[in-house]
């Protein structure tokens, strides 16, 4: 079974430049989700779809974050403009479903914002 | 404010001998908790989950135990070994919507 694919694995932009980040879940997960980890931190939820559909992004910086799930499959986040405090490891995850269900994590893409 | 606390950056241990990885939490609400190990250039992996009406489970080497009066859980590594050596993050969840809050994680050193 494949993994959690994500793309690029590495990125290094100048402040107020864009960025976009790609995932591809495990087939079949309904469920996805996009983290922020910075450095010496744990993972940060910041959005979680179901399917298409967007579960909670309480936590997502809507001035400059924006994520989409077309199709309910593949998804992109996005970072328009980006700022240091911006650099991390963005990291996605996927789960059958929402609530019990284990996260399947990708290896991540570590972002650095000069 | 930090719901999910590893007070310890890093630990570490002789082969064969017992890791103690330690976490503690402030939200009652939290009824289900995790461990993740992570490697250098990889994403987390789940470890071992307990729910919040068992105060241990078991797999393996690997053991998890819940107090819950405490707000506080531990991962029990016994005997480890060299390739145990990563990053150990601890995670809760509130059942309502599998959205995880994560410790800062525990670097375990396992020396030959």
């Known amino acids: 079974e494949a993994g959690v694919a994500q793309s690029p694995r590495y990125k290094i932009i100048e402040k107020r430049q864009s960025v976009a980040f790609w995932c591809n879940p495990i087939?079949?997960?309904?469920?996805l989700y996009w983290y922020q980890q910075i450095l010496g931190q744990g993972p940060k939820l910041l959005i979680q779809?179901?399917?298409?559909?967007?579960?909670?992004d309480s936590q997502l910086p809507k001035d400059r974050f924006s994520a989409e799930r077309l199709k309910g499959v593949d998804s992109t986040l996005k970072i328009q403009p980006a700022k240091l405090e911006d650099s991390a490891v963005y990291l996605c995850?996927?789960?059958?479903?929402?609530?019990?269900?284990?996260?399947?994590f990708g290896p991540g893409t570590r972002l650095t914002v000069t | 404010d930090q719901q999910v606390k590893q007070n310890s950056p890093s630990l570490s241990v002789q082969e064969g001998r017992i890791s103690i990885l330690n976490c503690d939490y402030t939200n009652s609400m939290f009824d289900y908790f995790l461990w993740y190990k992570k490697y250098p250039a990889e994403g987390p992996t789940f470890l071992i989950s307990?729910?919040?009406?068992?105060d241990k489970n078991e797999d393996g080497r690997f053991t998890v135990f819940l107090n819950k009066s405490a707000k506080h859980l531990s991962l029990h590594i016994v005997p480890s070994q060299p390739g145990d050596s990563a990053v150990y993050f601890c995670?809760?969840?509130?059942?309502?919507?599998?959205?995880?809050?994560f410790g800062g994680g525990t670097r375990l050193m396992v020396k030959p």
């Open positions: 995850a996927s789960s059958l479903g929402a609530g019990g269900y284990e996260q399947y």
């Open positions: 087939s079949g997960h309904a469920t």
């Open positions: 779809f179901q399917n298409n559909g967007v579960v909670d």
């Open positions: 995670a809760a969840d509130n059942n309502a919507g599998n959205m995880l809050t």
């Open positions: 307990i729910s919040s009406i068992k």
